[in-house]
């Protein structure tokens, strides 16, 4: 009885969520999260949430490209690593402030794109991704071999901060504001792009590349404007990562790491590839997971945590295997359906008892 | 003028040979039918025109311009379109957005001062063929028919002017097949021209005024349907020889 009507209270909510329209619902999300900082979290959980941040616009870049065109890449750490090399070899050589280093490095990473993408989308499904993948080796090597200009390995540390003038405690909430704001700025441009006419014809491309060449698209031109457009928003999450106090203010050739390629495949799969809004669901609730639950509710040792995390993700993915946000709607929408049926099976009934009552002339 | 002009085309498979020696044209405004039995390299014809494949030897020229092995989507934007024999829509998207595709092509998009958003052109085609009802459904749960008809939506969206049909009616029946042909006879009447591949001779005869069979990439017999259907060697590839 007590779980009829718990089933019914939820439905009801359900449908009433449904009846939000999304515009407002992510509005009303925006201002959950803007008006955290008002709680006075600590600087674990700011720190958490900057680089969740980080990685949904970087993972939001990636579903561009994948979730949308459909060309895999297993090695998108390269523009993130790019962006963020660019920006401090640029301080590290020149001396310039971060608010010019920044700019100048996507905009690098942003004409290297087509160039890099060329010779990449000539091949099509698992060799691209195994193309995509090699790439970020390259330029580690590169960065290996050339350690004079590059400082190798070490990677380069102290680079300028964006807030210097504020005190230590408040930098976090300040850093914590200009992510989210990028994440804002960038995810509404990504989503406005892959539901315009352009992100029509790159869906397209996921679809039939054949049927879309008859359709006289030069794919070629989709394909690299999709590969530029996700790697300026890769590039922008690697160097505004690399000054962020969250990220130490330091660049290693770990964000060139197989590591951060896959985290994001990992956080897109997770959130529903080709959402465009998945990703970001989903690197807020994988940070907290692995950051948050793991390490301070569970306590769990940190030689067990990377196994625990991958446990973690194969049960949520074997569980949602269409990702979160679709599981979300999905779930939603079974709901809005089943409450219909009620209704018209109430209606049913109800003529069917009407009909009992009433004498038939056969009898 | 022709509008198309096949030349000595040729093009083998290894030791297959699909099309051999072919010399054909086609002329402004009218529906070429061309017909073969399996095998005899007619989808491989309309795949050397469009771009898909390149051939061997020989030349392709649309409206005197050489357009032999020219990239698909160039093809296209010359004024050539093309359907598959096997529908092959965006599963993805809406019905509208598949139209919205072609739209967004060089000639597809050049073409549309006189509407106000390609939204409103491509509901348009889709009126023409008998699709604006479910125009807001993915593509992916169409029936068959519909998803022909939608094909021809999109390669009407291209502003072509030569219409490669391959096997429209295949699948279809006897209702649809009706209302494919009113369509394609609409489409004729717009003055498009049409070379249509088909196996259902009786839907085609209808339509097409010059027919061309092909037998193993060899062009056997050229005429109006009435001569076809009479040609001994077209009885002979068709039903085996007489004894």
């Known amino acids: ?363 | 003028m022709h509008l198309l002009e096949v030349e000595n085309l040729n093009k083998r498979f290894g030791g297959l040979t699909a099309i051999k020696d072919l010399n054909f044209n086609v002329e402004e405004g009218e529906i070429l039918g061309l017909i073969g039995p399996n095998g005899a390299g007619k989808t491989t014809l309309f795949n050397l025109i469009s771009g898909f494949l390149k051939p061997d030897s020989g030349k392709i020229k649309f409206k005197g311009e050489d357009i032999t092995g020219n990239e698909p989507y160039k093809i296209v934007n010359k004024g050539i379109a093309r359907t598959f024999q096997v529908v092959r829509p965006f599963r993805h998207l809406p019905v509208i957005a598949n139209v919205l595709v072609a739209l967004k092509s060089a000639r597809g998009s050049k073409k549309i001062e006189w509407v106000k958003t390609p939204e409103a052109k491509a509901l348009g085609l889709l009126e023409d063929v008998g699709l604006s009802d479910m125009m807001l459904e993915s593509a992916g749960i169409l029936p068959h028919g519909d998803l022909k008809r939608l094909e021809i939506a999109r390669a009407l969206a291209t502003e072509p002017e030569l219409i490669l049909l391959d096997e429209p009616f295949a699948g279809l029946n006897p209702i649809e097949t009706e209302l494919l042909t009113k369509s394609i006879n609409s489409m004729h009447l717009d003055g498009h021209t049409m070379v249509i591949v088909e196996h259902k001779l009786y839907a085609l005869m209808k339509l097409a005024k010059r027919v061309i069979v092909l037998h193993f990439g060899e062009k056997i017999a050229e005429g109006t349907p009435e001569e076809i259907a009479k040609n001994k060697k077209v009885i002979e590839v068709y039903m085996g020889r007489a004894k």
């Open chain 1, 1 to 363: 009885m007590a779980t009829t009507y718990l089933r019914r209270a939820y439905s009801s909510f359900a449908v009433h969520i449904l009846d939000i329209p999304p515009r407002l619902l992510a509005f009303l999300m925006f201002l959950l999260v803007l008006s955290l900082p008002v709680t006075k979290p600590t600087e674990h959980i700011l720190l958490l949430l900057i680089q969740a941040s980080i990685m949904a616009i970087f993972a939001c870049s990636w579903d561009l490209l994948v979730g949308r065109t459909g060309q895999i890449s297993l090695g998108h750490a390269l523009f993130f690593g790019l962006g963020a090399y660019i920006t401090a070899l640029l301080w590290f050589h020149y001396d310039l402030p971060v608010w010019v280093t920044i700019p100048i490095s996507v905009l690098i990473v942003t004409g290297l794109a087509p160039l890099i993408g060329f010779p990449c989308l000539r091949v099509k499904g698992p060799y691209l991704a195994l193309v995509s993948m090699a790439l970020p080796i390259i330029v580690v090597s590169l960065i290996s071999y050339f350690r004079d200009y590059t400082q190798g390995e070490r990677g380069i540390a102290g680079l300028p901060g964006f807030f210097p003038s504020l005190p230590y405690g408040q930098r976090f909430v300040a850093e914590y504001f200009l992510t989210l704001f990028l994440l804002l700025v960038s995810s509404v441009i990504l989503y406005r792009i892959a539901n315009s006419r352009t992100g029509i014809v790159f869906v397209s491309i996921l679809d039939d590349e054949l049927a879309s060449k008859a359709c006289g698209i030069n794919i070629t031109k989709y394909k690299l404007m999709a590969f530029t457009i996700s790697g300026l928003f890769a590039a922008l999450a690697g160097a505004v990562s690399a000054h962020l106090l969250a990220s130490g203010r330091s660049v290693t050739t770990a964000s060139l790491d197989a590591n951060l390629s896959f985290m994001v495949v990992i956080v897109a799969i997770f959130g529903g590839i080709g959402t465009m809004y998945g990703p970001i669901i989903a690197a807020y609730i994988l940070q907290l997971i692995d950051q948050y639950v793991l390490v301070k509710i569970w306590n769990v040792p940190s030689e067990y945590h990377m196994l625990l995390f991958i446990i973690v993700i194969i049960i949520l993915v074997l569980k949602w295997p269409r990702g979160v946000a679709k599981f979300v709607t999905d779930e939603l929408d079974d709901l809005q359906e089943e409450r219909e049926i009620e209704e018209r099976g109430k209606h049913i009934w109800k003529r069917y008892r009407r009909k009992k009552r009433s004498p038939t002339p056969e009898a």
